[in-house]
């Protein structure tokens, strides 16, 4: 138990109360703007329980939390115990909001899918209660009162299903365009045998940029129609 104030005995043995020396430090966790408000809850809820919670683990002591736009700022008294709590808690939870899964352009229309589908069917399968959103990078927010085991555990999940979609749809696009060579080797062979071998293999030049160019107009065409 923490208090705020301690006995001293004197020569007499009488005790005398004297007030501790005491030492504040201000702990700071970066954040992106974009995850503050799910951070903090309504009305900043969560930070308002986890003050009530860290007074009522270490009574007498309070914490005074604070953002300056770049960052939270939670000042409290130096104590180990203190410190450990508001970084294993808050600051975890701020950790976790800050941690964006970074997926290819070219993929980020049908990792969404049609109407968000694909990203609704993870998030169906992260344990707990949350919304996977698009903003450059993919992020995921919880409610503020989610612990942050079940916060770990739903980003290791997530990440784990987006990055084998990921690694599909390249080696999708990588098999295509890998038909689209062949065929067009096939064909330069073809017109070599014959007069006009450099116009064969202009047009198998331009038969391979157009498959790949297809390709990745779809993924684009999905991505300004479906995203977040």
Same mark, same amino acid.
């Given at each position: 138990?923490?208090?705020?104030?301690? +006995?001293?005995?004197?020569?007499?043995?009488?005790?005398?109360?004297?007030?501790?020396?005491?030492?504040? @430090?201000?702990?700071?966790?970066?954040?992106?703007?974009?995850?503050?408000?799910?951070?903090?809850?309504?009305?900043?809820?969560? &930070?308002?329980?986890?003050?009530?919670?860290?007074? %009522?683990?270490?009574?007498?002591? !309070?914490?005074?939390?604070?953002?300056?736009?770049?960052?939270?700022? @939670?000042?409290?008294?130096?104590?180990?115990?203190?410190?450990?709590?508001?970084?294993? !808690?808050?600051?975890?939870?701020?950790?976790?909001?800050?941690?964006?899964?970074?997926?290819?352009?070219?993929?980020?229309?049908?990792?969404?899918?049609?109407?968000?589908?694909?990203?609704?069917?993870?998030?169906?399968?992260?344990?707990?209660?949350?919304?996977?959103?698009?903003?450059?990078?993919?992020?995921?927010?919880?409610?503020?009162?989610?612990?942050?085991?079940?916060?770990?555990?739903?980003?290791? +999940?997530?990440?784990?299903?987006?990055?084998?979609?990921?690694? +599909?749809?390249?080696?999708?696009?990588?098999?295509?365009?890998?038909?689209? &060579?062949?065929?067009?080797?096939? %064909?330069?062979?073809?017109?070599?045998?014959?007069?006009? %071998?450099? @116009?064969?293999? !202009?047009?198998?030049?331009?038969? !391979?940029?157009? %498959?790949?160019?297809?390709?990745?107009?779809?993924?684009?065409?999905?991505?300004?129609?479906?995203?977040?």
């Amino acid at each position: 138990m923490y208090f705020n104030a301690f +006995y001293q005995y004197t020569d007499d043995q009488r005790p005398t109360y004297k007030a501790p020396e005491r030492t504040t @430090v201000v702990l700071k966790f970066p954040c992106n703007p974009s995850v503050i408000g799910a951070l903090v809850g309504r009305k900043w809820s969560r &930070v308002k329980q986890l003050s009530e919670d860290f007074t %009522s683990r270490f009574p007498g002591f !309070t914490i005074d939390v604070t953002h300056d736009g770049i960052a939270f700022n @939670v000042m409290m008294a130096n104590f180990s115990d203190g410190v450990a709590f508001v970084t294993n !808690t808050f600051g975890e939870e701020i950790s976790l909001a800050n941690h964006g899964i970074y997926i290819h352009p070219q993929f980020v229309g049908r990792m969404i899918g049609k109407g968000g589908h694909n990203l609704r069917d993870i998030e169906a399968g992260a344990g707990c209660k949350c919304t996977i959103y698009h903003d450059n990078v993919f992020w995921v927010r919880f409610t503020c009162d989610t612990p942050v085991s079940d916060r770990q555990n739903a980003i290791d +999940y997530i990440e784990e299903r987006m990055f084998d979609y990921a690694n +599909y749809l390249e080696d999708r696009l990588v098999d295509i365009d890998t038909e689209s &060579v062949d065929a067009d080797t096939g %064909s330069e062979a073809w017109s070599t045998s014959g007069s006009d %071998s450099e @116009v064969s293999t !202009t047009a198998s030049e331009a038969s !391979t940029e157009y %498959s790949v160019d297809n390709i990745d107009n779809m993924c684009i065409d999905s991505l300004q129609e479906l995203s977040i």
